[in-house]
């Protein structure tokens, strides 16, 4: 056995992720060839990488499988509701920053506000017979803040990727997504509510609090968490 560190197997987070560790004198490595999610870890004894995807790792904490796991805030918040008592915060790692936000049609010139939108929603449902269409993945996180919002006449549609395009490809009214640069939301004529902010999200390190650790395992998690903290 040995400690299992979670890694998102592509993309931006995966690349700034292996910097940040390569900063800390451990090198994370991908092996094999580009389409073998295989990984090795240098400079530390008794951790082993897992490549997989950011959405996954969350689940892969909670479980017990993974030791400790880098995902952004936004995934943590959304597929675990009891997550503090899941997982703990080791390390924000200054990457992967993005809001998660709500936004409207930018020609929606009477809705820039939570209550506007509750408004709009009202009168959408009059007018169409059925409730205005949000389209998201995050589906737990949305429903809370509008709940807490007070806007109730609204259903949530699924999307799990180009959810920007969902306006226009008229499949949903509304969009809640993240944004970083916010030039997705500029190029599909989509405006943020003012109060629209539903969440600041981060890559971060997480550590699970339910994975077993043997002595070995223990060993190597105080010296791995001792050479993040210098
Ligand atoms: N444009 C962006 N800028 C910065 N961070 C982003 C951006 N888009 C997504 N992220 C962050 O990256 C993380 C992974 O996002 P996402 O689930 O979209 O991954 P993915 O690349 O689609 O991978 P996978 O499909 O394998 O899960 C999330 O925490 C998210 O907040
Ligand atoms: O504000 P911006 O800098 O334009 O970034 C925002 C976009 O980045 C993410 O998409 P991603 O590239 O992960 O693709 P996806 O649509 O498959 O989620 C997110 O879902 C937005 O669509």
Known sequence: MSLKLGVPSKGRLMDKTFAWFEKRGIT???TGSDREYAGRVDGIDGVSLVLLSAGEIPRELAA???HLGVTGTDLVL???PLWEQQVEEIAQLGFGQADL???VPACWADVDTLD???AAAAG?????GHRLR???KYHRLVRDFLTD???ADYTLVDSQGATEGTVKNETAEAIADITSTGETLRANHLKILSDGLILRSQATLWRSRVAPLNPGDRQALELLLDRLAR
């Not at 959408?124 to 169409?128: I, N, T």
């Open 101 to 103: 936000i709500i936004a």
């Open 134 to 136: 949000i389209a998201t």
């Open 64 to 66: 017990g499988r993974l």
């Open 78 to 80: 959304e597929k675990l």
């Open 124 to 128: 959408f449902r009059a007018r169409h």
């Open 116 to 118: 506007d939108l509750d």
């Open 149 to 151: 919002a007070g806007v």
């Open 28 to 30: 994370l490595s991908r």
